[in-house]
């Protein structure tokens, strides 16, 4: 006789020879017919309306003016800041120097528990690179790999975002087809973000920060 597991196990397999279903069509969704300004129009208006904040800039320099009025409105002079391509471009450590404000990466940390510790005591914000964002929902996302670790974005309370225009995309269904679809493998992890950091477990109560950042800014290029 065999085991409930054999039997799981049997049929698993059987499945996994069957031939995945056809994906339905796309409904003819609002959001697909928007041009580039009417796309981060709308990205604004749904990250806002989830007390995000958004900065529209025109390129590189006017984003480092940017993060040096956002960080000296809020006192920040210590940042993790994320070594992914956005970011990179921005050469944060010469802007860094420039303007008094420490820049602490995840490559400089050898140990992990240093790199834990730096991230969640040390750190006022965490400066990520948005690998896309989407704007049905105000939406950025982040693939995590040792370029963009997960805590840079989740540790600190104050999480800056650098989203490039040609990124953002109408609708979840483009993400997955456009960016997924052309990686030979999908990423393992890779997180939504909508707004700050919130939860309504505790008696029904929305409350933000609990469990990541209480603010989030997008610095939006293009």
């Given at each position: ?34 041009n580039e300004d009417e796309l981060a129009a709308k990205f604004i208006e749904e ?15 006017d984003a480092r003016s940017t993060l040096t009025e956002i960080v000296q409105a ?35 940390f050898n140990d992990r528990n240093r790199f834990i510790s730096a991230v969640f ?102």
């Amino acid at each position: 006789m065999k085991s409930a597991r054999e039997e799981i196990l049997k049929k698993l397999k059987a499945a996994g020879k069957k031939p995945a279903p056809p994906r339905p069509s796309m409904p003819a969704l609002n959001e697909l017919s928007l041009n580039e300004d009417e796309l981060a129009a709308k990205f604004i208006e749904e990250i806002t309306a989830q007390t995000g904040v958004v900065h529209r800039v025109q390129d590189k320099p006017d984003a480092r003016s940017t993060l040096t009025e956002i960080v000296q409105a809020e006192g920040i002079n210590t940042v993790m800041v994320s070594n992914d391509d956005v970011v990179t471009a921005l050469d944060l450590p010469a802007w860094g120097s420039e303007k008094d404000v420490k820049i602490l990466a995840p490559r400089d940390f050898n140990d992990r528990n240093r790199f834990i510790s730096a991230v969640f005591d040390e750190a006022q914000a965490g400066i990520t690179g948005a690998d896309f964002a989407i704007a049905e929902s105000g939406t950025i996302g982040l693939i995590h790999n040792k370029d963009q670790p997960r805590l840079t974005s989740l540790a600190p309370i104050h999480h800056i975002a650098i989203l490039l225009l040609d990124r953002l995309f109408p609708v979840y269904e483009n993400v997955t087809e456009t960016l997924f679809g052309q990686r030979e493998s999908v990423p393992n992890h890779f997180t939504f973000i909508t707004g700050p950091s919130m939860t309504a477990d505790i008696q029904a109560t929305p409350f933000k920060g609990m469990h990541g950042p209480r603010k989030l800014e997008v610095i939006l290029i293009g």
